[in-house]
């Protein structure tokens, strides 16, 4: 079913508006009353973007899910470039029971907006250019602190389990969601 809707979602935002045209002579259709503006549009997404590829990504719906309620979208689907750590709904899942739904909660759309932004920065990190020690600077303001232990790249508390490059930059898949720091 996830997987259904997000295909659903990347068809209807590859697809343009269409136009009626008149039928030719006789009465002219009735005007029709102007429609309401989208709460949020989905711009129609390059195949190989962030944005898509966490689409296209079964583990990632939850992520997909609080982009949308951010009304992030189109932030993480611009040119970039940007690198992104993206936890998996299993990552979600380790958060305290209740935690996920009370983010997606409207009136908690700016706490939201601070967690997506500490999973975010410019530029493109390749995991070879992650060195223990270094710190990120984050869409919040907010660091991030990458350790090696192991071979393993760390980010914080999460662990990079795979990489995939974007048109816009690229998104480093983790096991654990990055929480900022209150101070």
């Known amino acids: 079913m996830k997987t259904a809707l997000a295909l659903l979602v990347a068809i209807l935002a590859s697809v343009p508006a269409c136009k009626q045209e008149a039928a030719g002579p006789g009465p002219s259709p009735a005007k029709a009353p102007p429609k309401a503006a989208p709460v949020a549009v989905i711009p129609p ?19 997909v899910t609080a982009l949308k309620a951010a009304d992030y979208v189109t932030s993480v689907a611009n040119p970039g470039p940007l690198t ?20 997606l909660a409207p009136e908690k759309q700016g706490d939201l907006k601070e967690i ?27 660091k991030v602190t990458v350790r090696v232990v192991d071979g393993k790249v760390k980010i914080n508390d999460a662990t990079i389990i795979a990489s995939v490059r974007a048109s816009n930059g690229i998104v480093h898949v983790i096991d654990t969601v990055l929480l900022p720091p209150s101070n």
């Open 84 to 103: 992104v750590f993206a936890p998996t709904n299993a990552a979600f899942a380790k958060l305290p029971a209740g935690t996920v739904e009370g983010l």
């Open 116 to 142: 997506i932004k500490y999973h975010a920065t410019t530029s493109v990190w390749q995991p070879e250019d992650l060195k223990d020690g270094m710190t990120l600077g984050m869409a919040n303001g907010k």
């Open 45 to 63: 997404l390059a195949p190989d973007n962030i944005v898509s590829i966490a689409v296209a990504s079964p583990d990632h719906s939850t992520l």
